[in-house]
């Protein structure tokens, strides 16, 4: 006789949350289709297998899950990355490390912090100059920041808006901001291809929505044709962003820090 507890129920809702928070990962990282497909053929194989014990298909199917595994470890490698990361710098996990390291006087710091990044943007937007800039989180940007030209300097209002006057050789790539500090500028961005981006939006939207979905960062992009303020997030945008906005939004992310 089957018996079915409490245990099972809990055992059940958490294969389903873990299901559907490995979708989530993979649909910000356009691998949504692959994944539903794995699921598919794992349900395929837990009925042949186990349910109709078809020896000959299940033990073909057995051995594609063997080698299949590994396979998915290679294919997936930055998705799985991804996923870990993402574990680490959930918000629970941020308190812990906020409540070790103690507080200190953050509203100062992070208005000193961010004020140049929120005057530079204005800046631009006003001049019609475009500009992208991606601030690293908890998943590490060494790839990006080795494409383009190391700075290493402070984050000053005057050095983002001399990177990206219209003249500068740097001025078509990203600039990557990491530990408080402007690391490297003319980086290259991976692209998306996502088809449902607006026409309306251009080349540094798509490289930033691209850099969104491979990594947490945060994403902030500066369009040349109207002066628009956006920002690029786990693949999503927010578009039309005001000064005060924007120096919300990037408060909140210093805050979490």
Wanted: hydrophobic share 45%.
């Amino acid at each position: 006789m089957i018996s079915f507890g409490l245990k099972d129920v809990v055992d059940i809702l958490l294969v389903a949350l873990l299901l559907y928070y490995i979708y989530r990962l993979m649909k910000e990282s356009s691998s949504a289709n692959i994944f539903g497909g794995i699921i598919i053929f794992i349900v395929v194989w837990i009925f042949v297998s186990q349910i109709f014990e078809m020896r000959l298909l299940g033990g073909i199917l057995d051995k594609l899950v063997n080698v299949g595994s590994l396979a998915l470890i290679i294919l997936f490698q930055e998705e799985i990355r991804h996923f870990f990361s993402t574990i680490g710098s959930r918000p629970g996990v941020n308190f812990m490390v906020q409540l070790f390291r103690g507080k200190k006087d953050k509203d100062k710091a992070h208005r000193e912090d961010i004020m140049p990044i929120v005057m530079a943007c204005m800046s631009m937007s006003k001049q019609k100059v475009g500009a992208l800039i991606v601030m690293e989180r908890h998943v590490g940007l060494s790839e990006i920041i080795n494409s383009g030209d190391i700075i290493n300097a402070n984050v000053t209002q005057r050095l983002i808006e001399n990177i990206f006057f219209k003249n500068s050789p740097l001025h078509d790539g990203a600039m990557i901001i990491s530990h408080k500090r402007i690391k490297a500028a003319g980086c290259i961005l991976p692209i998306s291809h996502d088809t449902d981006i607006p026409k309306s939006l251009g080349l540094r939207h798509r490289a930033a929505l691209g850099i969104s979905q491979k990594s947490d960062c945060l994403a902030i992009v500066v369009s040349e044709e109207t002066g628009g303020i956006s920002i690029a997030e786990k693949g999503s945008f927010r578009l039309r962003l005001s000064a005060e906005e924007l120096e919300s939004v990037l408060a909140k992310e210093a805050a979490e820090e």
